[in-house]
């Protein structure tokens, strides 16, 4: 445990309304919203309407709400009890206060004063009479009235500022849950919408994706899967041996010396030939309509609309006409 540090402060020894000092009676004292320290006098004289000013009793509550029996004074508003003002008060009445505004309300008498002669120090030291400690009472009494009235309009603020913070908080609370839901409504309507992110294409044309698809982006700026069509030409030729056979039938093709051909006829090579059964096409250079036609695994070529007939031959055979 530390040791606190000496303080070397001194404690207020005046009065903060009239600056007597005095070093065993000063009150703490709410007045007019500020907490002072006060002497007894200056505490009877700043709450005149809390008190009789004749026999010094303290009003509860203070001023007195009904003044039924009960004298005020023209000019300090205090009340006096009839009892103790007398049968004819005179009109305008007028308190002792009033009438002896100099007047000290704590006064202590000196040992000398009371009869204390027993020796020096008892001679020049201050005596509490009857009439002092009144007055000193009432004066502790207004005190304590103001501190109390003090606390409890404190209680209140507080109780009120707690009220406020907690209406806050909430208010604060349900905010941040409402932004919660709109952040989450957010993405779900995002995920409803695009289910998959797209990627954009670039700058100098379509973007591909994955089997031909193309990403076209329309003139009101939808976005649009357009799927290019493959031509079944390009695709590999497969025998029944599940060989890929296109390119040796081609070369064979190519190969075969065309004789016998009328004139006018270039002698060219056969393009063009599809290993279905039955299909027929077109040569390149074919300038009179003759067609190679394939049936059952034999070759032919029509002239003119002339087929010839052939006899069977082996599967991939050509015949020239």
Not at 61 to 90: A, E
Request: hydrophobic share 35%; charged share 20%; aromatic share 4%.
């Amino acid at each position: 445990m530390t040791k606190q540090p000496f303080s070397t402060v001194n404690p207020i020894t005046t009065c903060g309304n009239c600056s007597v000092e005095e070093r065993w009676f000063l009150h703490n004292v709410r007045h007019r919203g500020i907490f002072r320290r006060l002497c007894t006098n200056c505490v009877l004289r700043l709450h005149t309407q809390s008190f009789c000013p004749t026999c010094y009793f303290v009003y509860n509550p203070n001023p007195p709400p009904s003044q039924n029996g009960l004298v005020s004074c023209v000019k300090c508003y205090s009340y006096s009890h009839n009892s103790c003002v007398g049968p004819n008060p005179p009109h305008p009445y007028l308190c002792p206060l009033c009438v002896n505004p100099n007047i000290l309300l704590f006064n202590l008498k000196k040992g000398k004063d009371v009869g204390l002669d027993s020796n020096e120090g008892a001679r020049n030291s201050r005596v509490v009479d009857m009439k002092a400690a009144k007055v000193l009472l009432t004066a502790a009494e207004i005190a304590a009235g103001t501190v109390n009235k003090a606390a409890l309009a404190a209680r209140v603020e507080a109780e009120r500022r707690a009220k406020e913070a907690a209406f806050t908080r909430k208010r604060a609370r349900e905010a941040l849950e409402h932004v919660a839901y709109l952040t989450a409504r957010d993405k779900m309507k995002k995920k409803d919408v695009l289910p998959l992110p797209l990627p954009l294409p670039p700058s100098n044309g379509p973007a591909l994706v994955g089997g031909g698809n193309v990403i076209n982006r329309g003139g009101d700026g939808c976005l649009s899967m357009v799927v290019a069509a493959v031509p079944l030409e390009e695709q590999n030729v497969v025998n029944a041996d599940r060989l890929d056979g296109s390119s040796e039938v081609l070369e064979a093709l190519n190969a075969v010396d065309l004789k016998g051909l009328p004139a006018g006829r270039s002698n060219g090579s056969v393009m063009d030939v599809e290993m279905n059964g039955g299909g027929a096409t077109r040569a390149e250079d074919d300038k009179s309509g003759e067609l190679v036609r394939e049936n059952n695994g034999q070759t032919e070529m029509v002239n003119d609309g002339k087929v010839a007939e052939k006899d069977g031959k082996p599967n991939g055979s050509i015949q020239q006409l």
